[in-house]
């Protein structure tokens, strides 16, 4: 059993910055693709951005492509969502999940963290 503890989200203006961090425990790190989704006010959650555990896949949504980074220290147990230039519309819940092998669709993910929230003001 993995736990995933997600940090870091609060109030940004618009163009700020914000890491997010998830860390994890129960399990081996390392073996877990880990995936960052979003879910914004009346919207569906969605996929964001995606790492392999060997750091060498790395997957992004268009929408947040150039503008955030993931990013993971296996030796700390934790994976990273950098968030540059910020705009209103990624304001959201943004959780972290892991699973075993790639994938963006979230029903394949078999661990959550319990979200942190991303407020970007205009």
């Known amino acids: 059993q993995v736990q995933l503890v997600e940090s870091g989200g609060g109030l940004v203006q618009a163009g700020g910055s914000l890491r997010l961090s998830c860390a994890a425990s129960g399990g081996t790190f390392r073996r877990y693709f880990m995936g960052w989704f979003r879910r914004a006010p009346g919207k569906d959650r969605e996929f964001v951005a995606g790492?392999?555990?060997?750091?060498?896949?790395?997957d992004y949504t268009d929408s947040i492509q150039g503008r955030f980074t993931v990013s993971r220290d296996n030796a700390k147990n934790t994976v990273y969502l950098q968030m540059n230039s910020l705009k209103p519309e990624d304001t959201a819940v943004y959780y972290c999940a892991a699973r075993t092998t790639y994938g963006r669709d979230s029903s394949g993910y078999d661990y959550w963290g319990q979200g942190t929230q991303v407020t970007v003001s205009s």
């Open positions: 790492i392999s555990g060997s750091s060498l896949m790395l």
